[in-house]
């Protein structure tokens, strides 16, 4: 791991980075535009050191997409593990298992590969931003209907205000930035 700033030095730069874009996709939604963090290859590769930092050993690391795959990814390799998506529905060939969820602003749900979690694997879940709780929970449930243990979940940004962690209770979650 390479080392990069500290949690109060990141948490400054990404509040720097991270672009809200007002009424996106929907009115009344602010989005969070992660992309200038991805961008700015001190800012990634601090924010990937930082997500995996309080991680105990995992097997595998589940991203969720779209930007969930890209931290994902970079952590999964950080960490010496492998990698897999949870996927919207009708980009898998072959599914294993389907869970919806609720959004900020509708519903939707997540599919899992078939055969890519194995019993007992230790899985760390990553997703960009941590809102309402429910990809999060939904990627959980995915993960352990396959058999496999979530070990923890962690996340670039935390908004706060929609109180996701009520949906996650019980669980390890690691946010590096809060609004």
């Known amino acids: 791991m390479q080392p990069g700033p500290n949690i109060d030095d990141l948490a400054v730069l990404l509040v720097s980075l991270i672009r809200e874009v007002p009424d996106f996709p929907q009115p009344g939604v602010l989005f969070q535009d992660l992309a200038p963090v991805f961008a700015d290859a001190t800012a990634f590769r601090a924010v990937v050191n930082a997500l995996i930092a309080p ?5 595998v690391v589940v991203g969720v997409e779209a930007r969930g795959f890209l931290l994902g990814a970079a952590a999964a390799y950080a960490l010496g593990a492998g990698v897999v998506g949870v996927r919207k529905p009708g980009k898998l060939p072959v599914v294993c298992d389907r869970e919806g969820y609720a959004l900020e602003y509708g519903v939707a749900s997540l599919e899992l590969a078939h055969g890519v ?5 230790r899985v760390l879940v990553i997703d960009d931003v941590l809102a309402t709780g429910g990809t999060a ?10 058999g496999a243990a979530v070990s923890g979940i962690a996340v670039l940004l935390e908004i706060g205000s929609l109180h996701g962690r009520d949906r996650l209770v019980g669980r390890v979650v690691h946010a590096l930035l809060t609004r």
């Open 117 to 121: 979690l194995r019993p007992e694997q």
């Open 137 to 146: 929970a939904a990627t959980c449930a995915l993960v352990e209907r396959a």
């Open 55 to 59: 991680t105990p050993q995992v097997d």
